[in-house]
Each structure stands twice: as structure tokens, then as C-alpha cells.
């Protein structure tokens, strides 16, 4: 009744934002994402009948906060009747701070629990199950370059390239290591609500998403480059645009992202992205990941650099 799997965070070119079904944690526009290799997240699920409740740690420490929504994602995939359990839970990245730490964990927590259920199931299924617990976690069931849907009342996600079929370099610029004040769950409804741009963000999502599809299809790196910045900066005017203004970002952000086009200016293949948080994520061909490293490091107040190429989907590691 215990199994552990790992599961790396996936990184959106063509963003999620916002939700169409908030019961059931559908997005409200489709996405395309690659999943990271060398960051991951491990979740160990026990299931024990002499537990009263269930139990979270994270990282050494007891987590009361993530656990609700932890538990919830057990009763999906386990049923409500099961056994409670321990979950344990370690990260090799910073935690709630715009690195996609929520997709890698539920993406993990779900195969561990079948797993440790003894329940077989399809990828399809478990990413149906993580993407109720949260959106972009179905994303790191798939490797590579992979695609969520926005279609039907079930979330639907495919690799449309392998890891190995283009493999690009992802730098990250840690800006701040703590958790962010807001999470992406109440700034996407915030705006939702109240954004003056979010309608017009929801009817432009398809074209973009055509375009990177397309541009990943021919190996195309800078009309991948082009949608990607473009479909970034149009999520966080978003953001800014609702009420009370949503801000990642800090000084560093910016500056990182000056960088990232100084870079490009001078012909290395490179451009940013930023999730709900003030990391960047400085994507590469091969041959320019070293003087991406470079730069960044030497910006003003990058507090860490971590580097990753491109992986696979979630699994199970072990089963006892």
C-alpha cells in the first residue's frame, strides 16, 4: 500500500490562464508546455488504516497547507472511502514560487496513490485526475513538447514531440526563492473577473497556440521565440490589468528579461517566459546555453541559476 513517482514541472510557451469550469478545474484556453528533466518532484503515498487523517511533509517539514488539496486529489484518484494516507513529499526546486511546483506534485501524488491503490489506469486518465487538482499538473503526465486541450469536460493532453526530437536548454533566473503572496488560483479568477483584457486573452489563445504548434513542427526557433515572449507578456497584462493589479514581477524580472534580448540582439538563439511568479526561464538552443548562464548569473539580484533540458512524463519509481 505504498508506491512513490516523481514528476517534473512543465514549463507553458503558450499559456493557461484562467479557468471555464472551476468545479472541475477545466481551462478556459488551451496550452502547450514543455516538461523539464532535471528538476522533479518525488511523492511517496502510503495508505494506512490505523491513520485518522491524512499527513503531509514537505520537504522535512509538515505541510497543513497544501494538504487539503492534496487530500482531495487522493479521493479522486483512490475513491473517498479509502484508507487515509502519509504522503512525503521532496523538491529539488524552490517550492510556490512560479516553477510549476504544483503541476510536478500533483502530477506525482496521482500515479503514486494508483499505484499504492493498486488501481490500473491509463496517462489519460491520471492527467484527468491531476488536472482537477490542478490545471496544468495533466501537462506533467506527457514529456517533451506537450499539448492540453480546451475541449469536451475532460482535460485532454498529448506529446506532440518528443524530449529528443528538439532539444532545447532551459535556464532559469531564480528572483526570489519564497512563495508568492498571490496564488495562481485566486489570481486567475481575479482576473477573470475583473481584467478588461481577458476576454479578448480567451479569443486570441487558438491562433496562438496554431502558431507555436506550427513553429515547433519545423524546428523553427525564432517564430517560436516570437509567439512565446508575445504569449507571455499578453497573460501578465492580464494580470496587471485586474483589480487589485497582480505583479510578479520585481526589478530583477526585468532586468533579466533586457538580458535574454541583448542576447538575441547579439545572434544567440534564446528567449524568456514567466509564469505567476518573478522567475524567468531563459529557453536555448544548445550552443547558446552557455553564454545564457552567463549573463544571467551576472544580473543584479539573480539570487540562484538551476538548468534543465527537456524530459519525460511522470512515473512510479517504486512500489512495496
Same mark, same amino acid.
Given at each position: ?5 516523481? =514528476?517534473?514541472?512543465? @514549463? ?19 496550452? @502547450? ?5 532535471? #528538476? ?10 490505523? #491513520?485518522? =487523517? ?12 497544501? $494538504?487539503? +488539496? ?5 479521493? $479522486? ?70 499539448? #492540453? ?23 532559469? =533566473? @531564480? ?5 508568492? =503572496? ?15 483584457? /481577458? ?9 496562438? #497556440?496554431?502558431?507555436? +504548434? ?33 505583479? /510578479? ?11 535574454? +534580448?541583448?542576447? +538575441? ?39 540562484? @541559476? ?15
Amino acid at each position: 500500500m505504498q508506491a512513490t513517482a516523481r =514528476a517534473q514541472p512543465n @514549463i507553458a510557451l503558450v499559456k493557461y490562464w484562467g479557468k471555464r469550469d472551476t468545479v472541475r478545474n477545466l481551462p478556459a484556453v488551451g496550452s @502547450i508546455s514543455i516538461t523539464l528533466h532535471d #528538476l522533479y518532484t518525488q511523492m511517496q503515498v502510503e495508505f494506512d488504516a490505523s #491513520l485518522d =487523517a491524512d499527513r503531509l511533509t514537505v520537504n522535512g517539514e509538515q505541510d497543513d497547507g497544501m $494538504l487539503p +488539496r492534496i487530500s482531495h486529489c487522493l479521493d $479522486l484518484v483512490a475513491g473517498p472511502q479509502r484508507e487515509r494516507a502519509s504522503v512525503t513529499s521532496t523538491c529539488n526546486f524552490p517550492v510556490a514560487a512560479g516553477l510549476a511546483s504544483s503541476a510536478s506534485a500533483f502530477a506525482a501524488t496521482a500515479c503514486a496513490a494508483a499505484a499504492a491503490a493498486g488501481i490500473e489506469t491509463s496517462t489519460s486518465e491520471l492527467a484527468n485526475l491531476a488536472g482537477r487538482a490542478s490545471g496544468s499538473a495533466a501537462r506533467s503526465l506527457y514529456g517533451g513538447f506537450a499539448e #492540453l486541450k480546451n475541449a469536451g469536460d475532460a482535460v485532454e493532453v498529448e506529446t506532440i514531440e518528443d524530449p529528443a526530437a528538439w532539444p532545447l536548454r532551459v535556464v532559469i =533566473a @531564480i528572483t526570489k526563492a519564497g512563495p508568492k =503572496a498571490v496564488s495562481s488560483g485566486e489570481a486567475m479568477e481575479r482576473s477573470r473577473k475583473t481584467s478588461p483584457f /481577458y476576454a479578448r486573452w480567451v479569443e486570441e489563445q487558438p491562433a496562438d #497556440l496554431d502558431e507555436a +504548434r506550427a513553429a515547433i513542427a519545423s524546428r523553427d526557433f525564432e517564430r517560436l521565440a516570437a509567439i512565446a515572449e508575445h504569449n507571455c507578456l499578453k497573460m501578465h497584462s492580464v494580470m496587471w490589468a485586474s483589480r487589485p493589479p497582480i505583479v /510578479y514581477w520585481n526589478s530583477a524580472t526585468l532586468d533579466c528579461m533586457s538580458a535574454v +534580448r541583448e542576447l +538575441r540582439a547579439r545572434g544567440h538563439a534564446v528567449f524568456f517566459t514567466i509564469d505567476a511568479g518573478p522567475q524567468v526561464k531563459a529557453v536555448c538552443l544548445p550552443q547558446a546555453e552557455a553564454a545564457v548562464i552567463e549573463a544571467l548569473r551576472g544580473t543584479a539580484g539573480v539570487e540562484t @541559476i538551476m538548468t534543465s533540458g527537456l524530459g519525460d512524463g511522470a512515473a512510479v519509481v517504486s512500489v512495496t
